[in-house]
């Protein structure tokens, strides 16, 4: 079975740009969270997806937005990029809200 | 919120040493996960655990799941060099489904 896909793996950016940051679940998988790591706030929740519903949100601000399609994939999107954004952005893959999570290797985004 | 308390923040042993390291909630938990991050990877999930009391092992590794089910411990047995990683615990709160993790405990292990 293949493991959970992230593209792409790195990304340089600007201030003021955005960016848009794709997972691929596993297969079967309906729920998709999304993370970001940071040396200074560790893994802080972002959002989760689950049949194309977002039902649960972490507390980051609005820029942070993201969707998941009927074919499961997700993408997660960063408006207005701040230097403070740099991070690994890991999705994370599960059966359903309950299940154990699978992670993805992630995106490493830099900003400059 | 509910928050986890990772200890120790980093171990530096001998090779074939054991390594015990936890991580407690003030609120009660339903499910405990560990995992291991490799620089530049994602998490890898170690262990699982539902039940209060449970006690899983995975090779050299051995979790607990607390009977207050406030906590949680993970150890390995005789370790070596490729168990060098961050090992983070996560958990899910008997009221929401969002995962909450640990800071992470840093180990080295020196050969």
């Known amino acids: 079975k293949a493991g959970v896909t992230q593209t792409p793996r790195y990304l340089i950016k600007t201030r003021g740009q955005q960016v848009t940051l794709s997972c691929s679940p596993i297969?079967?998988?309906?729920?998709v969270s999304w993370y970001q790591q940071t040396p200074g706030q560790g893994l802080q929740f972002l959002f989760e997806?689950?049949?194309?519903?977002?039902?649960n949100k972490g507390n980051f601000p609005g820029r942070f937005s993201g969707r998941q399609f009927s074919n499961s994939r997700s993408e997660m999107n960063v408006s207005t990029l701040e230097l403070g954004d740099s991070a690994l952005y890991l999705c994370a893959s599960h059966a359903d809200v309950y299940n154990e999570q699978f992670f993805g290797p992630g995106t490493r985004l830099t900003v400059l | 919120g509910q928050q986890l308390n990772q200890s120790p923040q980093s171990m530096f042993i001998q090779e074939g040493e054991d390594v015990s390291m936890n991580c407690t909630s003030s609120s009660i938990f339903n499910t405990w996960l560990w995992y291991k991050q490799d620089p530049g990877e994602g998490p890898v999930l170690l262990i699982a655990?539902?039940?209060?009391?449970e006690l899983t092992s995975n090779g050299r590794l051995t979790a607990q799941f607390g009977i207050t089910r406030k906590d949680s411990f993970l150890n390995i047995s005789a370790s070596i060099p490729s168990d060098v990683g961050i090992y983070f615990c996560?958990?899910?709160?008997?009221?929401?489904?969002?995962?909450?993790f640990g800071a992470g405990t840093i180990l080295r292990v020196k050969s």
């Open positions: 996560a958990g899910r709160g008997e009221y929401g489904n969002k995962l909450v």
């Open positions: 655990l539902y039940k209060a009391g």
């Open positions: 297969s079967g998988h309906r729920s």
């Open positions: 997806y689950f049949s194309e519903t977002q039902r």
